[in-house]
């Protein structure tokens, strides 16, 4: 009879390139949650920085056309 493999156990014959390439995979398996949550507010941050850093955008936060002026002058 031939030998069976088990799932998750390492095979000698692989290289070390390959070894490492599943266990990137594994990890990314593992932890894809965080990772895309990560990848979120990184892009939102980078939108919203420059959204924000824009004199047109900035203009709106500073100035109150017309309106209740809740500050004093």
Not at 30 to 37: D, P
Not at 46 to 63: A, G, H, M, T, W
């Amino acid at each position: 009879m031939g030998r069976e493999k088990r799932a998750g156990t390492r095979n000698k014959d692989e290289s070390a390139f390959s070894r490492a390439v599943s266990a990137v995979f594994a990890f990314v398996r593992l932890a894809e949650f965080e990772i895309l949550f990560f990848l979120f507010l990184v892009i939102t941050f980078i939108v919203f920085k420059d959204l924000i850093s824009r004199p047109e955008y900035n203009q709106i936060l500073v100035k109150k056309p017309g309106g209740v002026d809740l500050w004093p002058s």
